[in-house]
Structures are given as C-alpha cells and as structure tokens.
C-alpha cells in the first residue's frame, strides 16, 4: 500500500508525515510526499526535528507531484491550500483525506517558539499515523468506504497533552 502526504510546498509537514510514516509502517506499507508546488528544498528544522526523534532524514527531498515513484493508494493532503486542488488524473481514483496541521514554517518568534511549532506539527501527524496503524488494515483495505470514514476521522485528532 503507497501512501502520499501531498502539501502545496512539499518542504515541512508532508516531508514529516512521510518520514514518520516509513518509521512506524509495517513492512509493504510506504510512505511518499510531494508538493503541487515543492519549494525545491526540504525546511532544516524539519530534517532537525526527525533526527532527534530518531527517525532517519535521508533521501528525502522537496518534489512534484508530477514526479512521484509510484502511484499512490491514499492520498492524506496536510495543508488547506492542497485539500482543495484538484489531484493530476494519473493518479487514477484514489483514496483521499484531510489532515489540516498549521504550517510550521510560518512561525514567529523566538528560536524556541518556532520549534516548538514544528514540534506540535510533528506530534499531530505522528499521533493521526499511530491511529492510521492501529486500525485493523488487512480488514479496512477491502472496503474503501469504510477506510475513508476511518481515516477522515483521524484527521481530526490531536496529541495527548
């Protein structure tokens, strides 16, 4: 099963939501991103942030759509501006759902307060893929419509305080 975490600029949560994903997925499960408008460079506090949380940073870069090395499965859009657009029609009719998280890359202030705004972007997505995971897969991936309903649930979670 290929997921994509699909966002307009392919740099923060996305790339997040990928990383996170390949971390915990069980094994024939990936994790993909990309952007409709990739800024061209993962965001430092990013690949920062998946280091010292253990999870690995290599080989993740800032791409298109239009580049994707496999057709995805599900598509989890994680900004509003991707939500609305309109997925290329290669993708064929795949799975969609929302996972808003605030774009940690618009954050002000302090050093620590932009961090922590990557932080809590990266609990949310780490929280809503756990959720994803604990779902009974092998049942949910015969039907579609109840997958869908899962998993636009999920989008609305947030992390334990």
Known sequence: MNVLFLCTGNSCRSILGE????????????????????TGQVHPRSLALLAKEGIATEGYSSKSWDNLPATPDIVITVCASAAGETCPAY??????????????AHAT?????????????????????EAFL???????????TVLKTALDKIGSLLPAQ
Request: hydrophobic share 45%; proline share 8%; charged share 20%.
């Open 134 to 144: 604990a779902l009974p897969l092998e049942t949910l991936v015969q039907d579609k």
């Open 19 to 38: 990383a996170t994903f390949n971390h915990l997925a069980p094994a024939g499960w990936k994790a993909m991103s990309a952007g409709s408008q990739p």
């Open 91 to 104: 993708l064929g009719p795949v799975l969609r759902t929302h996972w808003g998280v605030e774009d940690p």
């Open 109 to 129: 202030g302090s050093d620590d307060e932009i961090n922590a705004a990557f932080m809590q972007a990266y609990r949310i997505l780490r929280a809503r893929i």
